[in-house]
């Protein structure tokens, strides 16, 4: 059973910044492909950036292209969200997916992603408000 713990979250003004963790158990932390989904309440959850093992290949959806950046650092076994320009559609609780799976990919960029075998932990509250 692998365990995530997401971190980072909280209330800011619109066009602010937050960066989320996720600490994950699976191991080798470096071979699994890893995700940033969210949700909001009474909708699905949706899948908004992943990387790859190595780092080197990303998904990004659309709406967050330019102002989301994921990243890892695998001697921490540790994933991030910088967030940036941050928008009131942002709101939503932020989940973490150990191991994610990515479709297509070109010269780094990711076609889709979605969430594979599914270990979701508690999430991180984001709230964007005047």
């Known amino acids: 059973q692998v365990e995530v713990t997401e971190s980072g979250g909280g209330a800011v003004q619109p066009g602010g910044s937050l960066r989320l963790s996720c600490a994950s158990s699976?191991?080798?932390?470096?071979?699994?492909?890893m995700g940033w989904f969210r949700q909001v309440s009474g909708k699905e959850r949706e899948g908004i950036a992943c990387i790859s093992g190595s780092g080197y290949s990303t998904y990004y959806r659309d709406s967050v292209k330019g102002r989301f950046t994921i990243s890892r650092d695998n001697d921490k076994n540790t994933m991030y969200l910088q967030m940036e320009d941050l928008k009131a559609e942002d709101t939503a609780i932020y989940y973490c997916?150990?191991?994610?799976?990515?479709?297509?990919?070109?010269?780094?960029?990711?076609?889709?992603?979605?969430?594979?075998?599914?270990?979701w932990g508690k999430g991180t509250p984001v709230t964007i408000s005047p």
């Open positions: 997916a150990p191991d994610a799976r990515v479709g297509r990919c070109s010269d780094g960029i990711c076609f889709d992603c979605d969430s594979g075998v599914e270990y």
């Open positions: 699976a191991r080798p932390f470096e071979h699994y492909t």
